[in-house]
């Protein structure tokens, strides 16, 4: 019975499932005693937020990890972070390729959804690549931090930390364990001027952020970027100018107040970290509620930019803003097609640009609109919220703990859509028809 409802859902209703169950499981997990610093039963709503926070790589919390959860609730987190940053059905392949089992076509199909990929063909190989690359990336990112980390909390803490900080950087989910010594939520505050603990977090967030298509085109081609897709030349443009563009507009809009005082390469650092982070990552080393109303803004659209398709990062997707863009440009040109890097995108690509960005648009605004309603908070602090949530970020200006259990449901609801897509949230709900080969007549509407 069972089996043949599952076979009956789409591969979108899937992945659904797929992540509700592992929230699901990781709630359960976190509702233990032992979870719990003072080994007694976290109430279910923040044990369920925390879960989905994790498993949607998010980084919104309303307890501080380190000081809430014992070392058994941050290893459950952890995993869940994994998890979710993988995809649970990378993690499914994994199992079964450890156990010599066969994988079948459907679970091809899920895998190739999963991923973002184009084509069925080749994606186990493709995923393999991802799960020994992701170890090798954690395992060197976890050694780079050890060499702070270590002297300055011995050898066993000081290696937990240097690997929790790893997966939660790799995975952009934001999680951090500083609390215990240095206060609860203050995430890298500390190391705002450490070149080490910046570089590292950064460079963790950058590769986990540009997608598993883009290291598949980069390890087989090398520098050699004539011969990358279209795909991986569009992520790596526009990575390298949202970063840089985003540190800047950061300097300039902070230098005489956030970055007042610092040296320059603190200031540096800061402005970078702050570009760097808002794409999903949801770390901070100056604090975030201090920010001026520009940079707020300017951490809000780059939340909702987020990461690459295929990638452990959230939000809208570098590639659906650039497609909108020279979507639009193409038009106002009154080009023949919309073209870049010298190819013509297709028009399925821009229709799904499209959707994706009318969809999480809609979500932002419903979710603003219903927290206003609930509770008397600045519109900004919640503006600043729900792109957080939907952009699966993590930043907060620190009203998380203050919303009512109504208002942490929509959060919640908001990091799931965030994390499986809005666009394959919607289609989730949808049922699976034939189009009939008939078209209504058409009739011209004014627009603008």
């Known amino acids: 019975?069972?089996?043949?409802?599952?076979?009956?859902?789409?591969?979108?209703?899937?992945?659904?499932?797929?992540?509700?169950?592992?929230?699901?499981?990781?709630?359960?997990?976190?509702?233990?005693?032992?979870?719990?610093?003072?080994?007694?039963?976290?109430?279910?709503?923040?044990?369920?937020?925390?879960?989905?926070?994790?498993?949607?790589?998010?980084?919104?919390?309303?307890?501080?990890?380190?000081?809430?959860?014992?070392?058994?609730?941050?290893?459950?987190?952890l995993a869940l972070i994994q998890i979710g940053g993988l995809g649970f059905v990378t993690i499914g392949v994994l199992f079964a390729m450890f156990f010599n089992k066969r994988i079948t076509l459907r679970t091809r199909g899920l895998l190739q959804e999963s991923m973002n990929a184009d084509k069925v063909g080749g994606i186990v190989r493709l995923a393999r690549k991802a799960i020994i690359g992701t170890i090798w990336i954690e395992l060197a990112g976890a050694l780079l931090l050890a060499i702070r980390f270590v002297p300055e909390f011995g050898f066993i803490k000081g290696g937990a930390i240097s690997i929790f900080h790893a997966i939660s950087a790799f995975c952009n989910a934001g999680f951090d364990v500083m609390g215990s010594k240095y206060g609860a939520y203050g995430s890298f505050t500390p190391y705002v001027d450490d070149i080490l603990v910046n570089a590292v977090i950064m460079a963790l967030i950058v590769i986990g952020g540009?997608?598993?298509?883009?290291?598949?085109?980069?390890?087989?081609?090398?520098?050699?970027?004539?011969?990358?897709?279209l795909h991986t030349k569009i992520v790596l443009s526009a990575t390298v100018i949202l970063i840089f563009g985003g540190a800047v507009l950061f300097y300039i809009f902070e230098r005489n107040t956030m970055l007042q005082g610092m040296d320059g390469r603190t200031q540096v650092l800061s402005c970078l970290f702050s570009s760097v982070t808002a794409r999903t990552a949801g770390f901070n080393t100056v604090d975030t509620a201090a920010l001026s109303n520009s940079s707020k803004l300017l951490t809000m659209v780059l939340m909702f930019i987020g990461g690459s398709p295929g990638s452990t990062a959230g939000g809208i997707k570098t590639t659906t803003l650039v497609v909108l863009l020279i979507y639009v440009v193409s038009n106002l040109r009154n080009s023949r097609g919309c073209n870049i890097f010298g190819r013509r995108l297709?028009?399925?690509?821009?229709?799904?640009?499209?959707?994706?960005?009318?969809?999480?648009?809609?979500?932002?605004?419903?979710?603003?609109?219903?927290?206003?309603?609930?509770?008397?908070?600045?519109?900004?602090?919640?503006?600043?919220?729900?792109?957080?949530?939907?952009?699966?970020?993590?930043?907060?200006t620190g009203i998380t703990r203050s919303l009512t259990s109504l208002s942490q449901l929509i959060i919640i609801i908001l990091m799931y859509c965030g994390r499986i897509g809005g666009m394959a949230f919607a289609l989730s709900f949808m049922e699976r028809r034939k189009v009939a080969p008939v078209q209504c007549p058409m009739e011209k509407v004014m627009i603008g």
């Not at 599952?6 to 992945?15: E, F």
């Not at 290291?215 to 897709?229: E, N, V």
């Open 1 to 77: 019975m069972i089996r043949r409802v599952v076979n009956k859902m789409s591969q979108a209703q899937l992945i659904a499932l797929g992540y509700f169950l592992v929230i699901a499981v990781g709630t359960l997990l976190l509702l233990l005693p032992v979870s719990s610093n003072r080994g007694e039963q976290t109430d279910v709503l923040t044990a369920l937020f925390t879960a989905t926070s994790a498993t949607c790589v998010t980084g919104l919390v309303v307890v501080d990890t380190s000081l809430h959860w014992s070392a058994f609730g941050q290893t459950v987190i």
């Open 210 to 229: 540009i997608g598993f298509l883009v290291w598949d085109d980069i390890t087989k081609h090398g520098l050699h970027m004539r011969k990358y897709t």
């Open 346 to 396: 297709e028009d399925d690509a821009i229709r799904k640009a499209s959707n994706v960005m009318i969809i999480n648009t809609l979500l932002v605004v419903f979710a603003m609109l219903m927290i206003c309603h609930i509770q008397p908070l600045d519109l900004t602090d919640v503006m600043f919220e729900v792109f957080s949530a939907i952009g699966t970020v993590g930043m907060s």
